[in-house]
T-cell receptor
């Protein structure tokens, strides 16, 4: 079974430029998460989707970050414009529907962003 | 706001020793805990979860949960250099719909 797939793996951009990350979750997983991990820190939740609905985006900096999951499968996370402090690893993760009671989440390989 | 606390380390142990990784949490209502391993430059991978008080064993790994003390630990027996990684402790958030992670403990196993 394929795991969570993310692209691009690495991205270097200048500040004020836009960037987008793509994620394809594990087949059949209705719940999709975007986490951000800064160096030396644990992952921090940005947004959670149940199917196509964003049900928790309280930690997403909405002035510059946006996300979508139009058909309830793939998702895109966008930053526009990027700032130096956005340099981090952006981790996509998925899990079976939380209505099943399961909280185990499975991470993709991450998209490593460097803003210069 | 729930919190999950870990000592960032590094924790250094010789090959073959027992490595003990600790995690404390702020919410007495937390019911489940997860341990993820993260190699340098890689994403976190789940190694164990525990729901009940006491011990849960899986190969060389043992998770221990003490709800009264709000303490969860991970023991790695017969530590190998390949166990060198950062170990992240996680617990569900207030709504039980996402995981909150600690900062991770870096383990170094020397041969």
């Amino acid at each position: 079974e394929a795991g969570v797939v993310q692209s691009p793996r690495y991205k270097i951009i200048e500040k004020k430029q836009p960037v987008a990350f793509w994620c394809n979750p594990i087949s059949g997983h209705n719940t999709l998460y975007w986490y951000r991990q800064n160096l030396g820190q644990g992952p921090e939740l940005l947004i959670r989707y149940e199917n196509e609905e964003a049900v928790d985006d309280s930690q997403l900096p909405k002035d510059r970050f946006s996300a979508e999951r139009l058909k309830g499968v793939d998702s895109t996370l966008k930053i526009q414009p990027a700032e130096l402090g956005d340099s981090a690893v952006y981790l996509c993760a998925s899990s079976p529907s939380t209505s099943s009671g399961g909280n185990t989440i499975y991470f993709g390989e991450g998209s490593w962003l460097t803003v210069v | 706001q729930k919190e999950v606390e870990q000592n960032s380390g590094p924790l250094s142990v010789p090959e073959g020793a027992i490595a003990s990784l600790n995690c404390t949490y702020s919410d007495r209502g937390s019911q489940s805990f997860f341990w993820y391993r993260q190699y340098s430059g890689k994403s976190p991978e789940l190694i164990m979860f525990i729901y009940s008080n006491g011990d849960k064993e899986d190969g060389r790994f043992t998770a221990q949960l003490n709800k009264a003390s709000q303490y969860v630990s991970l023991l790695i027996r017969d530590s190998q250099p390949s166990d060198s990684a950062t170990y992240l402790c996680a617990a569900p958030n207030q709504a039980g719909t996402a995981l909150i992670f600690g900062k991770g403990t870096t383990l170094s196993v020397s041969s």
